[in-house]
């Protein structure tokens, strides 16, 4: 149980934080993806804190950076934008899809016990600036504050198990949260169900993009195992219109739920962001959705619980 959270500005209480955005993504800036996707590539220090301000500007706050080590993650640079900005950032360690690393990766041949022993290092000691890139591993004052797993669509393949395992030998250790990339169909029930089995409770789970599967049913059977939630489809008209994801978000408070949702851009492209000359930028999910969610109905408690409350018992392990 803490009641401060890992940040790249330190340890931080509740007030601190404010509303946080619980998947984001401010730099992907090395490994496979950005050469084989060039829009993937967010690269610029100067960009990110453009749109950070941007989102600071709307009444954002913290903001949970999804690239776990090694997978174009680059914490050097997130510190660099939290200093500019003074918004807080949630450093991911943990383990991305296996389409973020190139071929023979070490995550894929290091023992089960060796890998436990790096990821708790970033959560105990300190992020590796190298990003575990190597040969040098020069850690610095940033613990990793949340650890990612990702499954595969519809089911997970050996190594993600593998994985699974390593990070709840992780979270028993330190206690820190963790949450799941889905590829948004039933491997999520099995990812529960073994970050359960490796000593994960469901209350420091939270699973992401389930709404690019926006049926009530199997998101309200997901929420009864105690699990969060990661809505992240608003302005990503590609997936579904907006309507989608707010009448499941209705659905779900007024089935109970209101204490398992959570929101995120997860603007990974160069094309969502407009210092890169995109759009909407990070800004958005406060000046455009949450203002439709006031005028569709939702009240300052809900909003307060889907923004503040709720990913910071996600983070903290604490009830309220
Ligand atoms: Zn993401």
Redesign the pocket.
């Known amino acids: 149980m803490s009641l401060t959270i890992e940040t790249t500005l330190g340890p931080l209480p509740k007030e601190r934080l404010g509303r946080i955005n619980a998947?984001?993504?401010l730099f992907i800036d090395s490994g496979q993806i950005v050469v084989k996707e060039p829009d993937f590539r967010l690269d610029s220090v100067d960009c990110a804190i453009k749109d950070v301000v941007d989102w600071r500007e709307a009444g954002g706050g913290a903001i949970v950076d999804?690239m776990p080590v090694s997978s174009g993650r680059n914490v050097g640079k997130l510190i660099k934008v939290s200093e500019a900005t003074g918004i807080p950032v949630i450093v991911a360690s943990g383990f991305h899809k296996g389409a973020f690393y190139w071929p023979d990766h070490w995550r894929g041949h290091y023992s089960e016990d060796e890998l436990t022993e790096l990821i708790a290092a970033e959560v105990e000691q300190g992020c590796d600036l190298n990003e575990y890139q190597g040969p040098i591993v020069k850690r610095c004052r940033v613990k990793a504050g949340a650890m990612k797993v990702a499954g595969n669509c519809n089911h997970l393949d050996d190594i993600t198990r593998r994985l699974i395992r390593v990070i709840g030998r992780v979270h028993q250790r330190t206690g820190c949260p963790v949450f799941a990339?889905t590829e948004s169909g039933l491997e999520c029930f099995e990812i529960v169900q073994r970050l359960n089995d490796a000593g994960v409770p469901s209350a420091r789970i939270l699973i992401?993009?389930m709404d690019r599967n926006a049926d009530y049913w199997l998101h309200r059977k997901l929420a009864r195992t105690g699990v969060l939630l990661e809505y992240?489809t608003p302005s990503r008209f590609k997936y579904q219109p907006e309507c989608v994801v707010i009448r499941l978000m209705r659905e779900m408070i007024d089935g109970g739920f209101l204490d398992r949702l959570t929101l995120?851009g997860?603007l990974?492209r160069r094309s969502y962001l407009k210092s890169y000359g995109g759009g909407p930028g990070y800004a958005y999910l406060l000046t455009h959705f949450t203002a439709r969610l006031r005028e569709e109905g939702f009240s300052e408690h809900e909003l307060n619980a889907i923004w503040i409350d709720n990913p910071f018992r996600w983070l903290a392990g604490t009830p309220s």
Do not use: F, L, S
Request: aromatic share 0%; charged share 25%; proline share 0%.
């Open positions: 998947h984001e993504h999804t990339h992401c993009h992240d995120g997860d990974a």
